[in-house]
C-alpha cells in the first residue's frame, strides 16, 4: 500500500534562511516521487519529480529534494527563502504504470520578512 | 496555451440545485482525474477516466456523475447540492504510465 506522511503541516522561515519540508512515503513497489507547491487559490504547480533516475532532483525555482530510499523520505529543500515562496506544498507518491497518485496532507510555508 | 483548464474558476449556487464543471486537457494525455480539496487542503481523488472509460471511482455520493466525451475531455456534473459540496474542485491528466499528473488551476464552488 502507498501512503505519503509531511512531518510537518506548518513550517515558518525568516527570508534567506533554508527551507527544509520534510516527507516519508511507503511504497510497495518501486516509486515515483513529486512535489507540488500551490499558491493562494490558484492550482498546483509541479516542482520536481523523482522517477528512478539521479536521487538528488533539481526543480525550479532553486528547490531541490533527495531521495532516500533507506529512510523512505523524499525532504524538499531550498538553501535561501524567498517572500515568493510562501505557499502550500504537497508531497506525492505514485506506483509506476499505475494511474494512482497519493498525496500528503500539506505543508504550509510562511516566510517572514 | 493552458494544458488543462477547467470552468468555472467560481461558482456560487444554492442548495438543491445541478451544476457542471467542464475539464478540458491538450496534452495529448489518455488519462484524467477530479479531486476535491477541502477546506483543510486535504486533497482526495475522487474519478479517473483512461481513454473515455472509468477506471478509478472512489467512494463518492452518485450525486456526483462525470463524464467524458473524449479523452481530452472530462466532466462533473453534480446533482442536488449539498453545502458539504463546497470546496475547490481540480481537474488533472497524466499520461498512460502515470508518471506526472499535471493539474488545472480549480474551480471554488460554494453552496448556500
Known amino acids: 500500500a502507498q501512503s505519503v506522511t509531511q512531518l510537518d503541516s506548518h513550517v515558518s522561515v525568516s527570508e534567506g534562511t533554508p527551507v527544509l519540508l520534510r516527507c516519508n512515503y511507503s511504497s510497495s513497489y518501486s516509486p515515483s516521487l513529486f512535489w507540488y507547491v500551490q499558491h493562494p487559490n490558484k492550482g498546483l504547480q509541479l516542482l520536481l519529480k523523482y522517477t528512478s533516475a539521479a536521487t538528488l532532483v533539481k526543480g525550479i525555482n532553486g528547490f531541490e529534494a533527495e531521495f532516500k530510499k533507506s529512510e523512505t523520505s523524499f525532504h524538499l529543500t531550498k538553501p535561501s527563502a524567498h517572500m515568493s515562496d510562501a505557499a502550500e506544498y504537497f508531497c506525492v507518491v505514485s506506483e509506476r504504470n499505475f494511474n494512482k497518485f497519493y498525496f500528503g496532507s500539506g505543508t504550509k510555508l510562511n516566510v517572514k520578512p | 496555451d493552458t494544458a488543462v483548464s477547467q470552468t468555472p474558476k467560481y461558482l456560487v449556487t444554492q442548495m438543491g440545485n445541478d451544476k457542471s464543471i467542464k475539464c478540458e486537457q491538450n496534452l495529448g494525455h489518455d488519462t484524467m482525474y477530479w479531486y476535491k480539496q477541502d477546506s483543510k487542503k486535504f486533497l482526495k481523488i475522487m474519478f479517473s477516466?483512461?481513454?473515455?472509460?472509468?477506471?478509478i471511482n472512489e467512494t463518492v455520493p452518485n450525486r456526483f456523475s462525470p463524464k467524458s466525451p473524449d479523452k481530452a475531455h472530462l466532466n462533473l456534473h453534480i446533482n442536488s447540492l449539498e453545502l458539504g459540496d463546497s470546496a475547490v474542485y481540480f481537474c488533472?491528466?497524466?499520461?498512460?504510465?502515470?508518471?506526472?499528473?499535471?493539474f488545472g488551476e480549480g474551480s471554488w464552488l460554494t453552496v448556500v
Open positions: 477516466y483512461n481513454n473515455k472509460e472509468l477506471i
Open positions: 488533472a491528466s497524466s499520461e498512460v504510465s502515470g508518471n506526472t499528473i499535471y
